[in-house]
């Protein structure tokens, strides 16, 4: 019924850029909060930032001032902006959303299914 694809990831030198994007797709009613988590080799998933419906954005203090989150509702999407990587961002970044569909009276979270950053010399 909905699907989050998410796109942006690749090989990057530290202190380089990468902009993640994640589009939704499907019978969609409403979508809420937009987030972008992370996973390392080993490590659990973690949040690296949120944003809410009316785009009211928060960030874990790891990305603070390096990562910008933002999202287009009328494309169904949530970007996440990335600057001055660091070697520790390396991970599977997944996309996650709140979504109401068209068929169902209650929403649910949905994930993507998470695309690779690397950053290394």
């Known amino acids: 019924q909905v699907q989050l694809v998410e796109s942006g990831g690749g090989l990057v030198q530290p202190g380089g850029s990468l902009r993640l994007s994640c589009a939704a797709s499907?019978?969609?009613?409403?979508?809420?909060?937009m987030d972008w988590y992370r996973q390392a080799p080993g490590k659990q998933r973690e949040l690296v930032a949120a944003?809410?419906?009316?785009?009211?954005?928060n960030y874990a203090d790891y990305v603070k001032g390096r990562f910008t989150i933002s999202r287009d509702n009328a494309k169904n999407t949530v970007y996440l902006q990335m600057n001055s990587l660091k070697p520790e961002d390396t991970a599977v970044y997944y996309c996650?959303?709140?979504?109401?569909?068209?068929?169902?009276?209650?929403?649910?979270?949905?994930w993507g299914q998470g695309t690779q950053v690397t950053v290394s010399s």
């Open positions: 499907g019978s969609i009613f409403s979508i809420y909060g």
């Open positions: 944003i809410s419906s009316s785009s009211s954005p």
């Open positions: 996650n959303a709140v979504i109401r569909t068209t068929t169902q009276p209650v929403s649910r979270s949905y």
